[in-house]
């Protein structure tokens, strides 16, 4: 481990540290791969800060509603990972294989949200294996409120970055916010769009035998669910009929709390990100 841990810090940005988590904390085909040596392993995930432009966040708050971590804000950081060709990093809930992308935040005169996690892709193995999560480029955001004089942010990435293996890597930064860069690039405003709103009532839902029957109205179609993670309901099949989406579930213990995961949607051809929360069904 001290090899991994002496290649991931080559290459990273100035005034960042990086750390290997131990093979207990990885899943197995991580703990187990080889590569190269590791002093020839490239830099594979760039974090880099920025704060959202003012529209764009105002943008942002309007679609979650009054009820967002983003209604109160003061600002809003951008946490960049810029990732080497041919890898990916995980989502909040990696699938079937990974490590989800966690922040670690510590601020100074500031008051740090709940992180706004964009909604992700999927990336399926040979052996059949369901991923989620983003490559070439993926951006999380964190709201701020109640900023005082001179506020600054302590801030450590931690992701796994797989391709035919996977090197797991932390990055840590420390930034000033009036330093910050103001950032309101393509890329930054395509990640904005797939923060998922409350699905509100452009749907109906309801439990039958263990499935979640979701019903869109008006010209909604519904693509497929992207679930969060979740100890005691594994979600299965998905079955689209028409324009009803059915997610058939096993459950293995006590409901959880919480919403279901995000819905991939489309109106009119464009993608609307959707936050699916409905009561799971009573045990």
Same mark, same amino acid.
């Given at each position: 481990?001290?090899?991994?841990?002496?290649?991931?810090?080559?290459?990273? /940005?100035?005034a960042?540290?990086?750390?290997? $988590?131990?093979?207990?904390?990885? *899943?197995?085909?991580?703990?187990?791969?080889?590569?190269?040596k590791?002093?020839?392993?490239p830099?594979?995930?760039?974090?880099e800060?920025?704060?959202v %432009?003012?529209?764009a966040?105002?943008?942002?708050?309007?679609r979650?509603? *009054? %009820?967002s &971590?983003l209604?109160h804000?003061d600002?809003?950081?951008?946490v960049?990972h810029q =990732?080497?060709?041919?890898? +990916?990093?995980?989502?909040?809930n990696?699938g079937?294989?990974?490590?989800?992308?966690?922040?670690e935040?510590? $601020?100074?005169?500031?008051?740090p949200?709940p =992180?706004l996690? &964009?909604?992700?892709?999927? #990336?399926?193995s040979?052996?059949?294996?369901?991923s989620?999560?983003?490559? +070439? @480029?993926?951006v999380? #955001?964190? $709201? !701020?409120?109640? /900023?005082g @004089?001179h *506020?600054?942010l302590e801030l450590?990435s931690s992701?796994?970055a797989?391709?035919?293996?996977c090197i797991p890597?932390?990055t840590?930064?420390?930034a000033?916010? %009036? @330093?910050?860069?103001?950032a309101?690039d393509?890329?930054?405003?395509?990640?904005?769009?797939?923060?998922?709103? &409350?699905a509100g009532?452009r749907l109906t839902a309801?439990?039958?035998?263990?499935?979640?029957?979701?019903?869109p109205?008006?010209?909604?179609?519904?693509?497929? !669910? #992207?679930p969060?993670a979740?100890?005691?309901a594994i !979600?299965g099949?998905?079955?689209?009929e028409?324009?009803?989406l059915?997610?058939h579930?096993? #459950?293995?213990?006590?409901p &959880?709390d919480?919403?279901?995961g995000v819905?991939?949607?489309? =109106?009119?051809?464009e993608?609307?990100? !959707?936050? /699916?929360a409905?009561?799971?069904p009573?045990t």
């Open positions: 481990m001290d090899k991994l841990a002496t290649a991931l810090i080559t290459g990273l /940005l100035v960042c540290t990086t750390q290997a $988590p131990t093979n207990a904390q990885l *899943p197995a085909e991580a703990a187990a791969a080889g590569g190269p590791a002093e020839e392993r830099t594979l995930v760039r974090v800060l920025a704060l %432009d003012a529209a966040r105002a943008r942002l708050a309007e979650l509603g *009054p %009820d &971590p209604a804000a600002a809003l950081v951008a960049r =990732i080497e060709a041919g890898w +990916h990093i995980y989502w909040q990696p079937d294989s990974g490590l989800r992308t966690k922040l935040i510590t $601020p100074t005169h500031a008051r949200g =992180i996690y &964009p909604a992700p892709d999927a #990336f399926a040979d052996g059949g294996q369901v989620y999560g983003w490559g +070439h @480029e993926a999380l #955001f964190v $709201p !701020l409120a109640e /900023l @004089e *506020p600054s450590t992701y796994l797989c391709a035919d293996s890597g932390s840590k930064l420390v000033k916010l %009036d @330093e910050l860069p103001t309101s393509p890329t930054i405003l395509a990640m904005l769009e797939r923060v998922p709103e &409350p009532d309801s439990w039958a035998d263990g499935k979640l029957i979701v019903e109205h008006a010209e909604l179609q519904l693509v497929e !669910l #992207f969060f979740a100890d005691t !979600l099949k998905q079955i689209a028409g324009r009803t059915e997610l579930y096993r #459950f293995t213990g006590p &959880p919480g919403a279901q819905l991939r949607s489309t =109106i009119a051809g993608t609307r990100w !959707l936050e /699916l409905v009561p799971w009573a």
